[in-house]
């Protein structure tokens, strides 16, 4: 089984078209998922829905925790881009014996644009086939 850690991030940004603004409701990742016609076994869990620009050290130590305390050895992390490389080093310090790959997107999934489909098919196939 894969976990997955959903973040928030513009991977998971919801558009209200009366005001024009982004904005978080709800991870659309089993969407996605179900749209890809994925098959592989996955157990989603949110930590929380922020943009990680907004992410705090105490966000990011639960991230890293999660990880740490996860019974899978394979994870994925939706992440905003902005700071997911700091997330990444937090992680990359803790010397897990697990695959973690981080994600993000550039153009939110509600848009008919968005990496984010993209995206979080490559990160399945790399957290599958990566050591």
């Known amino acids: ?15 209200d078209e009366k005001n024009g603004k982004l904005f978080f409701k709800e991870t659309h990742m089993s ?20 943009d990680s620009l907004d992410m705090t050290d105490k ?3 639960l991230v890293v925790d999660s990880c740490t305390n996860a019974k899978e050895d394979q994870i994925i992390i939706t992440h905003g881009t902005d700071t997911m490389t700091q997330t990444a080093m937090e992680i990359g ?13 550039m153009i939110p999934y509600k848009f008919g ?4 489909l993209f995206n979080i098919a490559s990160a399945l196939a790399y ?3 990566l050591p």
Do not use: H, N, P
């Open 1 to 15: 089984m894969i976990k997955i850690f959903v973040t928030g991030g513009t991977f998971d940004k919801d558009y």
């Open 113 to 116: 644009t968005s990496d984010g």
């Open 31 to 50: 969407e996605i998922l179900a749209l890809g016609r994925s098959r592989v076994d996955v157990d989603i869990e949110t930590l929380m829905m922020i």
């Open 59 to 61: 966000d990011r130590a």
């Open 93 to 105: 310090q803790k010397k897990l014996k697990k695959t973690v790959v981080i994600t993000g997107a």
């Open 127 to 129: 957290v599958q086939t």
